[in-house]
């Protein structure tokens, strides 16, 4: 099953001062650590508060992107190994159990939280403080006989204890058995994969399908060179929106007669944001025909083109909702949680087709398809008998629109 997890992680003091190298990581976490508390100084006066959140997320998800890939990380079991580990320059890891999230976000909904509950870090000299506050909203909320949090409460003494700090990160993406015991560290998570090469295919004769069909080499590679380190791929201006669909379709789906799993491809955006991973092998071919169906023309935003409007049935996104304020990864969450439930209810009519004309916009592009992708494989797994296909429709100029591959 697919689950999402928090991990906690402590750093010895010196990681928290000394240059990357020494640790085995990329960047000083000084600078970052530094910058992101200067962004909380500065949201707490609401001093361009828009502007300081992205930055804040940026610095955040470096924090957590470095300490997650790093080869130092170690699972211990008792309080004696986790020194042990500090000892000898590694870095202790521990899951919390999916129910912390829980508990997250019922103290976002009351509002009732110490300093800093659910921040990515926690440096050495601010620890104990945290441990305190974090112990005593913990009693006021009745909630020490919660085994998430009497095993975060212990993991933050034990990192105190041996003089370190915490980083803690959520997997938004984390493939498991239904009964397994010990979780793997998150960098298993996104470790190096391998990807089968694309199927051969003959350059086009007509020059602007040579020069898609060349972008849609160069993502590839990209992927490529991506999942092998394990590093995220940015969207929104290296490829245009028709090619990231055409190669996400090739990927998504699990190639014949292999034997892969499901990987997390990671998705990074313009501004440094990054989104849940797009799940790529993780759908089965289906061999048969697209039915006869009455297709719901769909454009996926409104006002993006305003030729659209007589061709198509409904806006499956307005725009005025898409463009708010927030990250490009935020946004492409609203999308594929509005993808996910106008998909569900629009199933429980019957079978469905959609006919959906592209506007761009990658976060919008890649969380409708993430979404599909979600609803398809759940339907799969259930083996429920409704079939929903979605066929891409790009626009090619004076040419009006062309046909993409159906996604079913």
């Given at each position: 099953?697919?689950?999402?997890?928090?991990?906690?992680?402590?750093?010895?003091?010196?990681?928290?001062?000394?240059?990357?190298?020494?640790?085995?990581?990329?960047?000083?976490?000084?600078?970052?650590?530094?910058?992101?508390?200067?962004?909380?100084?500065?949201?707490?006066?609401?001093?361009?508060?828009?502007?300081?959140?992205?930055?804040?997320?940026?610095?955040?998800?470096?924090?957590?992107?470095?300490?997650?890939?790093?080869?130092?990380?170690?699972?211990?079991?008792?309080?004696?190994?986790?020194?042990?580990?500090?000892?000898?320059?590694?870095?202790?890891?521990?899951a919390l159990h999916p129910s912390y999230l829980d508990v997250l976000a019922q103290a976002a909904q009351r509002g009732?939280?110490?300093?800093?509950?659910?921040?990515?870090?926690?440096?050495?000299?601010?620890?104990?403080?945290?441990?305190?506050?974090?112990?005593?909203?913990?009693?006021?909320?009745?909630?020490?006989?919660?085994?998430?949090?009497?095993?975060?409460?212990?993991?933050?003494?034990?990192?105190?204890?041996?003089?370190?700090?915490?980083?803690?990160?959520?997997?938004?993406?984390?493939?498991?058995?239904?009964?397994?015991?010990?979780?793997?560290?998150?960098?298993?998570?996104?470790?190096?994969?391998?990807?089968?090469?694309?199927?051969?295919?003959?350059?086009?004769?007509?020059?602007?399908?040579?020069?898609?069909?060349?972008?849609?080499?160069?993502?590839?590679?990209?992927?490529?060179?991506?999942?092998?380190?394990?590093?995220?791929?940015?969207?929104?201006?290296?490829?245009?929106?028709?090619?990231?669909?055409?190669?996400?379709?090739?990927?998504?789906?699990?190639?014949?007669?292999?034997?892969?799993?499901?990987?997390?491809?990671?998705?990074?955006?313009?501004?440094?944001?990054?989104?849940?991973?797009?799940?790529?092998?993780?759908?089965?071919?289906?061999?048969?025909?697209?039915?006869?169906?009455?297709?719901?023309?769909?454009?996926?935003?409104?006002?993006?083109?305003?030729?659209?409007?007589?061709?198509?049935?409904?806006?499956?996104?307005?725009?005025?909702?898409?463009?708010?304020?927030?990250?490009?990864?935020?946004?492409?969450?609203?999308?594929?949680?509005?993808?996910?439930?106008?998909?569900?209810?629009?199933?429980?009519?019957?079978?469905?087709?959609?006919?959906?004309?592209?506007?761009?916009?990658?976060?919008?592009?890649?969380?409708?398809?993430?979404?599909?992708?979600?609803?398809?494989?759940?339907?799969?797994?259930?083996?429920?008998?409704?079939?929903?296909?979605?066929?891409?429709?790009?626009?090619?100029?004076?040419?009006?629109?062309?046909?993409?591959?159906?996604?079913?």
């Amino acid at each position: 099953m697919t689950t999402s997890k928090l991990y906690l992680c402590a750093l010895p003091r010196a990681v928290w001062l000394a240059p990357a190298a020494r640790h085995g990581l990329q960047i000083d976490l000084v600078d970052l650590v530094s910058e992101a508390l200067a962004c909380e100084r500065r949201m707490g006066k609401a001093i361009n508060l828009r502007e300081e959140q992205r930055r804040y997320t940026r610095c955040c998800q470096r924090i957590e992107q470095q300490v997650a890939a790093s080869p130092r990380l170690a699972l211990f079991k008792s309080g004696e190994e986790f020194a042990n580990l500090v000892r000898n320059g590694r870095f202790p890891l521990f899951a919390l159990h999916p129910s912390y999230l829980d508990v997250l976000a019922q103290a976002a909904q009351r509002g009732v939280a110490p300093e800093r509950l659910g921040a990515s870090f926690f440096p050495p000299p601010s620890l104990a403080a945290h441990c305190e506050a974090f112990a005593h909203w913990a009693s006021q909320q009745r909630l020490e006989q919660v085994a998430a949090i009497q095993h975060r409460s212990a993991f933050l003494r034990l990192a105190e204890a041996n003089h370190c700090g915490v980083v803690e990160w959520q997997s938004p993406f984390h493939t498991s058995a239904p009964n397994e015991a010990t979780p793997a560290p998150v960098r298993r998570v996104f470790a190096a994969a391998t990807l089968p090469p694309p199927a051969p295919e003959a350059p086009p004769a007509d020059s602007a399908a040579r020069f898609r069909h060349k972008l849609k080499a160069t993502l590839h590679q990209h992927i490529h060179n991506a999942l092998a380190i394990g590093e995220p791929v940015a969207f929104g201006s290296a490829a245009p929106h028709d090619v990231v669909t055409e190669v996400l379709h090739e990927l998504v789906y699990i190639p014949g007669g292999s034997d892969l799993q499901p990987l997390p491809l990671r998705v990074v955006y313009s501004d440094g944001s990054e989104a849940t991973p797009f799940p790529i092998f993780m759908l089965p071919r289906d061999p048969r025909p697209i039915p006869e169906l009455p297709p719901l023309r769909v454009a996926l935003m409104s006002m993006r083109h305003s030729e659209l409007d007589p061709m198509v049935d409904v806006c499956w996104l307005r725009n005025r909702d898409v463009s708010r304020a927030r990250t490009l990864a935020e946004t492409d969450h609203f999308c594929y949680t509005a993808t996910i439930n106008q998909l569900r209810e629009s199933l429980s009519e019957g079978d469905l087709l959609i006919h959906l004309y592209h506007t761009g916009f990658a976060p919008a592009v890649i969380g409708f398809y993430r979404g599909f992708a979600q609803i398809l494989r759940g339907l799969r797994t259930r083996r429920v008998m409704r079939r929903l296909i979605v066929v891409p429709f790009y626009y090619r100029g004076e040419a009006g629109y062309a046909t993409g591959t159906p996604w079913q």
